[in-house]
């Protein structure tokens, strides 16, 4: 077991918000795993990037972009940091970080607590550049016009970061979801764009949605997605719905429940969004994603890339290259040469 994995056991000990604190400070000192190797064979190209293999960092966990050299030091193929909203903000109060350690799962209710975009344009500014770094775009929870704050997230962060994803799938900023409606949403997506066509006009816009919607809202995102001809689909953030089958006392908290118990429905999700969109708008599954296993699933339901954050919790570092390798044994077995070929071939 590395040394690194013993670390994150004993990191399990403490409350877990100290602990992913501990865990960033840690990375800063650059001591982080390192387990970069090249994969041609999980080479993609996904919104006009190269990704060197199709295992990301999903948002939330370098909320601030402390890390993120860090991150791709660790093996995952690219790194989406954020969420930022523009001006700085200290988030709910705590507790609003909770293990179901017995559903492999976390509910989190953080509420966007930032450094907001000065201070992580700045960091993102003084970093060594290499890799893909996405930024996650949220909106300040007072702001008077929140489409307003992703504009200016956009405008702010242009030259910085290799893509943008608007998010307004969070379910701890009250109302933000309501984004997702259908007028709002065009127009938000629109004002996103002009900006983005202005400030940055090769970085592509990713949106990233609730695993909670309605039929009709899910018919309106696909619908809106290829008219404005959005670069990617995040699929999903956390959900507010308790499955019965959670056992950890944590269960009832208030907040946006991920891990394992989000693998089914994320993935349902996906696969509906791939019927829809497929071959037309690239897909990104997150949800639950702990085993190569289940990143394979997720590429053969119609993702070309896939994200994890809470399975880094409970498995730590060693988790990373562990998917990766053994994804090439699952493309090995159903003889497909490259992750290309994999995607939505669960489909036929
Ligand atoms: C503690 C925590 C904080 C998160 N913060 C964000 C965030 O700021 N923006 C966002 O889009 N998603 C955020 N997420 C959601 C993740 O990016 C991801 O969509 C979700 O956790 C499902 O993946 P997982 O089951 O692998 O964790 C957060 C998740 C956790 C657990």
Redesign the pocket.
């Known amino acids: 077991m590395m040394i690194a994995d013993l670390g994150a056991r004993a990191m399990g000990l403490l409350d877990?918000e100290t602990a992913?604190r501990m865990t960033v400070k840690a990375l800063k000192t650059g001591l982080g795993p390192r387990a970069s190797k090249e994969t041609p064979r999980l080479e993609i190209n996904v919104a006009g990037l190269s990704f060197p293999n199709p295992l990301g960092l999903?948002?939330?966990?370098d909320?601030n972009a402390e890390v993120p050299n860090a991150m791709l030091n660790m093996g995952f193929g690219f790194v989406?940091v954020?969420?930022v909203t523009p001006r700085p903000q200290a988030g709910n109060s705590k507790p609003r970080?909770f293990r179901l350690r017995d559903d492999a799962?976390?509910?989190?209710r953080?509420g966007?607590n930032?450094d907001g975009l000065e201070v992580i344009a700045g960091r993102l500014r003084s970093r060594e550049r290499r890799g893909i770094i996405g930024i996650?775009l949220?909106a300040n929870k007072d702001s008077e016009d929140r489409t307003e704050d992703y504009v200016t997230g956009v405008k702010g962060l242009a030259g910085l970061v290799d893509f943008y994803?608007v998010?307004i799938?969070?379910p701890n900023t009250p109302g933000l979801r309501t984004l997702q409606d259908k007028s709002a949403l065009s127009d938000l997506l629109t004002r996103v764009q002009n900006a983005r066509n202005e400030a940055s006009p090769d970085t592509p816009v990713f949106l990233?949605i609730a695993p909670d919607l309605a039929d009709e809202d899910k018919a309106d995102i696909a619908e809106i997605a290829q008219k404005l001809a959005l670069d990617a689909l995040?699929v999903?953030?956390?959900t507010i719905a308790r499955p019965e089958s959670l056992r950890s006392h944590s269960a009832p908290e208030a907040g946006?429940l991920?891990?394992?118990p989000?693998?089914a429905p994320?993935t349902a999700l996906l696969r509906e969004f791939y019927q829809e969109v497929g071959g037309v708008i690239p897909l990104i599954g997150?949800?639950?994603?702990?085993s190569a296993r289940d990143a394979y699933e997720k590429i053969l339901g119609g993702a070309s890339l896939v994200?994890?954050?809470?399975?880094?919790?409970y498995e730590g570092p060693a988790l990373v290259p562990q998917i990766i390798d053994d994804l090439i044994g699952y493309l090995d077995k159903d003889g497909f040469r490259t992750i290309n070929e994999a995607i939505g071939a669960g489909h036929s």
């Open positions: 877990p992913h999903a948002a939330g966990f909320k989406e954020g969420a970080v799962a976390v509910i989190n953080y966007f930032n996650n949220g994803t998010n799938s969070s990233k995040i999903s953030n956390t946006g991920s891990g394992r989000l693998f994320s997150v949800g639950g994603i702990s994200q994890l954050y809470t399975a880094l919790i």
